[in-house]
């Protein structure tokens, strides 16, 4: 055995890695005598204890065998010839660039028009703060308890007092099912429904729900969004279990479904054995009149309705929820009743509170003036701007479209934004890389004009922001 040197501060751990170096390299060889933890201490200048540690963790990582009154012995290791160990230079992993922190993303603009929830200054810190506080005061221990697969009752007591009052949809808590987002749940509707089904995704639209059907196992049919919604003509060509829409208004075009073409989608779901995913992502934030009639409250066997947290709190929370058809709550049982629920049970409790305080709404109301001033502001600016454009706006959620028809394409657009400080997409950003079904000529039409067509975003906009878009216009 060559000389060892144990100049490290842990010389147990040294003598280990030089005798396991000199057994992978051959230098001792399978089935060769170790010298006496004596004679090795003795030879090395360090404690018969150090060595022991030293032969034990060889022995517990199989390097060395044990013969009772004869020693301990190399073992055969098949090591490939090129393994080489790290050295001192190389002990630690080269440094990965970190992805650039969303405030230098802010710094590089002046506003951003594509970002899809509310400022952080608006986020209610005190009353979430003060309501932990009373989660950890009441709840203590219970804290820490496994969370039922569904999630914590109290929770789906509220949210379903919550749907009632907000949506006027009258559901079971039980069958209302707590999710980390919508992107979770998204995956958990392919296993209820069976991987390998088609699910009709609305197109354009954002880009996230298609993609993550096909990760989970579905394959999706892109069904062209008309003025009323989706095609619903394409629709009942498919052989699709579901069809994902938002029906109170679609992103990104901001299309409303009226009550003729709901009620078509209701009556193909019921004759094709199917179901109707709604998401109703932004029905809190309606600027004009009350939020509209949900297909949940039209059709409760038939609709499987999904809402989040994250534009009216934060998307970093995860929360989410759905409601399940009776038929599909007892097959999710089945599926995870074994399973625990992964959103934390201490945020669930904070959430629960918030909306039986009517701290949650409240919330809402106060977003809402903040967006109706926002969006105020920021018609005025367009019509200023570029007095012939046309403007898409039902007054519904916290974005609209509009339309440039001098420009050259969506691309030009979003350079001429860029110079200002803007960032911001258009229409033509929102559709599949897969060919649409053929729409005739209307659909065709409706294509070349999504190239001029810029979706305005304006849910993390501030009045500060539109100060300095102001100053530089002006300029």
């Known amino acids: 055995m060559r000389k060892i040197d144990l100049n490290g501060k842990n010389k147990y751990y040294t003598l280990y890695k030089s005798i396991r170096g000199e057994i992978l390299s051959g230098r001792i060889r399978a089935g060769e005598r170790l010298p006496s933890k004596r004679a090795l201490a003795q030879e090395t200048g360090v404690s018969v204890v150090t060595v022991q540690l030293a032969y034990e963790q060889l022995l517990a990582e199989g390097y060395i065998t044990s013969r009772q009154r004869s020693g301990y012995f190399a073992e055969n290791i098949d090591c490939p010839a ?162 994902h829409v938002s029906p109170s208004h679609q992103f990104p075009t901001g299309a409303v479904m009226p009550a003729s073409a709901r009620s078509r989608l209701i009556a193909w779901a019921n004759k094709s054995d199917g179901y109707i995913i709604e998401d109703d992502y932004d029905s809190e934030f309606r600027l004009e009149g009350k ?40 097959e999710y049982l089945r599926l995870y009743g074994q399973s625990a629920n992964i959103v934390p049970l201490f945020e669930q409790k904070t959430l629960a509170l918030m909306l039986d305080g009517g701290y949650f709404e409240r919330l809402i109301s106060r977003l809402k003036n903040h967006y109706r001033g926002i969006r105020k502001r920021i018609l005025q600016m367009l019509c200023e701007l570029c007095p012939e454009c046309e403007i898409s706006d039902n007054g519904g959620g916290a974005h609209f479209t509009v339309k440039f028809p001098r420009a050259q394409s969506g691309l030009q657009i979003k350079q001429y934004a860029e110079k200002l400080g803007i960032k911001i997409k ?22 070349h004009s999504y190239q001029k067509t810029a979706v305005i975003n304006y849910s993390g906009v501030t009045h500060a922001r539109l100060d300095a878009i102001a100053v530089k216009l002006r300029k």
């Open 82 to 243: 090129q393994t080489q160990f790290p050295t001192p230079k190389h002990r630690y992993p080269r440094h990965i660039p970190m992805p650039m922190p969303e405030n230098a993303e802010q710094q590089r603009y002046i506003l951003d028009l594509v970002k899809g929830y509310a400022p952080a200054e608006l986020f209610p810190f005190s009353t979430w703060a003060k309501l932990m506080r009373t989660v950890l005061a009441d709840c203590g221990e219970h804290l820490l308890e496994r969370v039922p697969c569904c999630g914590d009752i109290q929770l789906q007591n509220a949210v379903a007092a919550y749907l009632y009052r907000a949506r006027g949809i009258s559901v079971e808590p039980q069958h209302i099912i707590i999710g980390a987002g919508a992107e979770h749940l998204y995956g958990v509707l392919v296993q209820l429904l069976g991987r390998g089904k088609l699910f009709a995704a609305e197109a354009p639209c954002y880009g996230k729900i298609p993609a993550v059907y096909t990760l989970y196992g579905a394959e999706v049919a892109h069904v062209a969004v008309t003025e009323a919604g989706i095609d619903l003509d394409e629709v009942e060509k498919l052989s699709a279990s579901a069809v």
């Open 291 to 330: 939020p509209l009639q949900s297909l949940a409250a039209l059709c409760p066997d038939r609709v499987i309705y999904i809402n989040t947290f994250s534009k009216s709190l934060a998307p970093s929370m995860r929360l989410g929820y759905m409601v399940l058809p009776p038929a599909l709550y007892g």
């Open 426 to 447: 258009c229409l033509c950003d929102y559709l599949p890389q897969a060919p649409l079904p053929k729409a005739g000529v209307e659909y065709a039409e409706r294509l």
